[in-house]
């Protein structure tokens, strides 16, 4: 074991425990620089995040990202005032590294802080569309009950390629606590913050309780990922169930025990239910198998045998209960969606230097080296999913976005090279502190001035007005592909207030695009009548607000639309829009002019 020794002889602190496969070191104590030495070394850190911080943005034209490209997102940036805020930001990050108070040193304080900071994007609009599916999926268990959830999954139920555990989570929270956004922002906050914690101990469990606190925080250094937590997708979850089941998994195969095993089976097939992308991710478990056999021999067999048997006892059922269905999305997927990957695809310049701190991308690469100089099987297990990434050139960070966790153990196994604990952790503090100014000043500020955001805050509006039912008309999209019929579950997001759609209204001109056919949006044509839109809740209500959602101010009414507003006049117009996306939701609210 090399050791290096303290200037005073102060004993020294075991950074990286001793275990097979890794070659131990000792790390420095704090007072083994001096406060001057410490100092310049920090300065040149932050003078490093600035100077990337300016060449991303110099260059920021490279970032071909569909949602938060840095070229929209600081279009009309105040360069000054951001780079005062990422320089009071280091300052910050600085004097906690430093000081007593260890801000990283507990689960705990990783769970707090996390969910402390997503909660800040909870204003974001819902700016994905395929929110409106997972909450009109979820919104059946909250109607109609689980019962017709499972009866009706892939029937009335509309399916797409999506399974079955996300919207089922959200229904049953919409159901337990009421229909509101913020109920669902909570869960998969929720799980946000348990995957923080949980790739604390999958390095802790692998290697260290230093390593895993480093990547438990180095997830709060990712723009992206903190734009995601408060959307009503399945994304964010479902990394929650790929962690949770290397976890199960790592655990059952290093201590057996006839629950451990159970629970990594269950953690897995939980996993499988989540997203079809995971299935790819999840080959992971052979390898960490693969591992635990070099290191431990024949024992393992009888724990792999164990969480086999188990997964195949919950899992055939569940393949039969649907097994039609099942087959019919994963032809989907392989006829529709894996070759749109290559249309719709993300550069990794785009992923791993802007959406992500660059600091991560480069301990990530300088982890590969420290892995195999030290020949660690180990690292295998963390770096498998990136891998396959490269392998298979998925280039959507929506689908690599559920390896991040493993990303941030390669990062924090990379970090490990440094001795000084002051310095390392103010490397972990300054990657996340800079990407907190990043995603609230940039992030979160552009996706506030979309098009959705008319969504959002007529919600809002409409749960003030005194009429209590609210029928919708929607208008074509003038500049894009999407079904205009969409918004309408994303209004519903935000409204307490039943609604009525019209789809029959304001319609005529309606055509299904020609493309349609190759496009991610080709869901929105093939999404069903709602039950719970419908016009059997008109009788119960003796007034209504009507909405009319289009995409442009000028655009004409129909003259059925023309007619069915008379007696009403426009009381409130949102017209928020970017400039950057074609699909726009402009919404006008009329109320009844007696009212007025």
Known sequence: MQMDV???????VPLVESQPGITSRVALDDGWLSNHDRAVRCALIA????TVFLLLFLFRDLDDNRLTSWQWVFANANLPVLLFQLCAALLIAYLLAGSAFRIQEHPITLFVLSYAVATIFWREPEVIVDGARHFAQAKHIEQYGIAYFLTEWGNDVPAWTDLPLIPFLYGIVLKLFGESRYVIQGLSTLLFSATVVMTYLIGKQLWSRALGLSAGMLLLAMPYLLTQVPLTMSDVPSMFFLTLAVLASIRALQTGGAVRLALAAAAIVLAMLAKYSIWLMLTVIPIIALVELVRQGRLVWGRVAGIAAGGGLLLVPILLWRHD??????SLLHDYQYPGLYRWGE???????????PFIALMAVVSTFAAAIRKDPKYLIISWMLLLIVLFEIERIRYTMITFPMLALMAA?????IQDQITRRFIVLAAVASSLVIAVFGHLAFLQRTSPANLQQAGYYLNAVDQKLIEVYTLPQIYSVINPAVSVPILDLFTNKPIIYRRDAGLENLRVPPQIATSPLRFTWELPDWRFFD???KSAYSDKVIVVILSDPGQMLPASLARDLTGFTLTKEFREQSGVFRYRTIVQIYQPTKSI
């Open 413 to 417: 196994y990379g970090l490990e090279l």
């Open 47 to 50: 003078f490093l995040a600035l």
């Open 6 to 12: 303290a200037s005073q002889g102060a004993p020294a």
């Open 347 to 357: 550069s990794y310049v785009s992923t791993f230097l802007f959406q992500l701190h």
């Open 325 to 330: 269905l099942f087959a019919h999305q994963l």
């Open 535 to 537: 016009e059997s809740q």
